[in-house]
């Protein structure tokens, strides 16, 4: 008996999607745009076929030609592209015309300017004849503590062309998580900006950059960008001060350095919440085909599209953002809160005054949208065609708030991926229709499906994600891996030469894609296991329920703890009523199963600083691990709440022992350490629950 499809939510227009550039290339490869199921089989069956019809549609300008797309199917260790040498810089550089437009830069004030495409060149031969002049040269590390602002885009495009290895930072780091980081490669080069604007506010990051520059020993100089406009550094400063006006105003020609298909591009380093980050390193020719085909195929983006997706320097999101300029569309930066106390429709309105095309967020920036009531039809979106939107499992009930606001020709499309490959495994297509709370469709290239516990492909059932063919952004190595084996036990200790991200999926018999929640922090209920994700979505969508954390603890004895932790809205209260409701909410919207042990009121979530919440940290701390072998602090947004949570272990410990509890100081949102200052990232939620959208304003940090 055949199961019955369910109806998608939204389905493309023809003749939009006829006139894709998707459509183009399926019809470039001899396949019926209408079928991209078949165009997706086609991707991942024959690997060489497809990307080199990816090499050949872009167009790419080696300077010297491949002698096979894939020389060698391995994984790790698959060697893409052999013989070909190449620049990414000059793939993203040689688009835009002298005039056109191809950064529009923002921030929270509403002010804008933007950067052409002769000024972007020539910024970037300048700040790379400033590095050379420097000592930097190919493969030297440069890295950036720098915001969301074309310096950060020429810093690192200037770094690229001369074939060294880039990494960046946001600002609202601490110096020492930074140097956590950036130590790791022995930079060259540091290039940092003066400050950054939040809510209002402007943060002065001069000394924190002094401190940081004091943990690089390798350093040789500074670039200081001023982009707040404080007075310069002090006297005393370790290397070498080059002012941004002096690197990025000499008349230079621009030059890049050919370099191996597989040369590194940059590092960019995972959350770190136990001891140093790990260094992922990404290739020259891997990262631009990749996003060449992420945001050229998969987004449709090219020349006339403008792209603005709120994210930090420090999040992968920033490095697909930068990509935008290799299909010829126009990137917005975005420097500020995404939604400020005084106009918390901020993003909607810059979009609507810069003719955006593809808006990118989160779930919980939708959700919070929602929730405080924000309409961004009262702009004029009539530019926008899509909105991406990636960080954690987009609910289904952001579907309807879309279509109701936004209109039913805008498509809401849901992303999963990592840092891992920089980019998605899952996600929309200009041909492929949406179901609300699914993604629509794998990725082009990305061979994904659901294992069981024994290893098999599954359909309609939860699996652990896993990708069983190569693709070529997948990294090169960690850093300070060399003979790889963390980069194997990360990916491919569970099934040898297939690689598994750490997702609960369910790859669906309609060829869409359900994402459940980390299978790390899978929960457990008398063997059955369930996803946060279906959790937290249900209670998320309760109005007095801020964000919601639900962890399943095994117990000395045996037994399984499953609490639910939820942050309140402003005026709401736990009373036995609230908890009934979110217990009937939970029951309906998921299953009786997922129905926690406890719900227990918390003052907020702490969150990894790119906006994760500490699922498995926090378990770990509740079942009595020490804080130091469990997560660093520097990583975490709001620190003191790891304090918050070891006493609601301490104490649940005790009642189970029949002792007295112990000692606790009165709950209260924790003030953040100098080190700490909380951040609103694209997949965060509300630091506290007085003030709308995470827009609460950030503590400077020292």
């Given amino acids: 008996m055949t199961t019955p499809q369910p109806t998608p939510f939204w389905t493309p227009d023809p003749e939009s999607a006829a006139n894709s550039r998707m459509a183009d290339f399926a019809r470039r490869a001899g396949l019926d745009p209408a079928d991209h199921l078949a165009l997706h089989r086609w991707s991942v069956t024959d690997l060489e076929g497809f990307w080199g019809a990816v090499w050949d549609y872009f167009d790419i300008d080696a ?231 992420t945001l050229g195929l998969q987004s449709d983006l090219g020349p006339g599209d403008r792209l603005l997706w709120y994210t930090t320097t420090h999040w992968m999101m920033w490095n697909l953002v930068v990509s935008t300029l290799l299909t010829g569309a126009t990137t917005c930066t975005y420097d500020g809160s995404p939604a400020l106390l005084t106009r918390p429709d901020i993003l909607w309105e810059l979009a609507a005054r810069h003719r955006v095309t593809l808006f990118g967020t989160s779930p919980q920036y939708l959700l919070g949208m929602a929730k405080f009531g924000i309409d961004p039809s009262v702009h004029d979106l009539s530019a926008l065609r899509a909105v991406g939107c990636t960080g954690s499992a987009l609910p289904a009930s952001a579907h309807p708030w879309v279509r109701d606001h936004l209109g039913d020709r805008v498509q809401l499309a849901s992303v999963s991926g990592g840092t891992d490959v920089v980019s998605g495994f899952a996600g929309g297509a200009p041909l492929a229709p949406v179901w609300a709370g699914e993604l629509s469709t794998p990725c082009l290239g990305v061979a994904l499906a659901a294992y069981d516990e024994e290893g098999y492909p599954v359909v309609d059932q939860v699996g652990e994600l896993v990708v069983t063919r190569p693709m070529p952004s997948m990294p090169l190595y960690f850093w300070n891996d060399p003979d790889g084996t963390r980069y194997r036990e990360a990916y491919f200790s569970a099934y040898p030469g297939v690689w598994r991200h750490g997702d609960w999926i369910t790859h669906t018999s309609h060829g869409s894609v359900i994402v459940h929640g980390r299978s790390d922090s899978t929960l457990n209920r008398n063997g059955v296991r369930l996803g946060s994700a279906d959790i937290h979505d249900v209670v998320e969508q309760l109005p007095e329920i801020t964000e919601a954390l639900v962890i399943g603890a095994e117990e000395p004895d045996g037994g399984y703890w499953m609490p639910l932790f939820v942050v309140l809205a402003a005026g709401a209260e736990l009373d036995d009523a609230l908890r009934e409701r979110v217990r009937e909410a939970i029951r309906t919207g998921a299953s009786p199963r997922h129905v926690p042990d406890e719900i227990i009121e918390v003052p907020a979530v702490p969150h990894t600083r790119t906006g994760k919440k500490l699922e498995v940290p926090l378990k770990r701390l509740l079942q009595g691990a020490p804080v130091e072998l469990v997560v660093n602090p520097a990583v975490v947004d709001e620190p003191g709440l790891l304090d918050h949570f070891v006493r609601l272990g301490d104490e649940r410990r005790a009642r189970r022992l029949g002792r007295p509890r112990p000692e606790s100081t009165p709950d209260s949102t924790p003030d953040p350490t100098p080190d700490s200052a909380p951040d609103f990232t694209p997949d965060s939620a509300p630091p506290t629950r007085t003030a709308p959208l995470g827009s609460a304003e950030r503590p400077t940090t020292h």
């Fill in 63 to 293: 300077d010297t030609p491949y002698d096979r797309v894939l020389a060698e199917e391995t994984m790790p260790g698959a060697r893409w592209f052999t013989g070909a040498t190449l620049n990414y810089a000059h793939h993203a550089l040689r688009r835009p015309g002298d005039d056109d437009v191809a950064i529009v830069a923002l921030d929270e004030t509403g002010s804008s300017h933007e950067v052409t495409g002769g000024r972007l060149r020539a910024q970037v031969a300048s700040v790379a004849a400033t590095l050379r002049d420097l000592g930097v040269g190919q493969g030297d590390r440069v890295v950036g503590y720098l915001p969301n602002t074309p310096h950060a885009i020429v810093a690192f495009l200037a770094a690229a062309s001369l074939g060294a290895v880039w990494s960046v930072c946001g600002q609202d780091y601490a110096p020492r998580a930074a140097a956590d980081r950036f130590a790791q490669l022995e930079p060259t080069v540091l290039i940092a900006a003066d400050g950054y604007l939040f809510n209002g506010t402007t943060h002065d990051r001069r000394e924190a950059a002094l401190q940081l520059a004091r943990a690089l020993p390798t350093l040789k100089a500074t670039v200081l960008v001023d982009h707040v406009g404080l007075p310069g550094l002090s006297a005393d400063y370790p290397s070498l001060i080059v002012s941004w006006e002096d690197a990025a105003t000499r008349t230079e020609q621009l030059a890049c350095t050919p370099v191996p298909f597989d040369h590194p591009l940059w590092v960019v380093f995972s959350s770190g919440t136990t001891g140093l980050p790990k260094g992922i390193v990404h290739g020259h020719g891997g990262i631009l085909l990749e996003h060449l085909k």
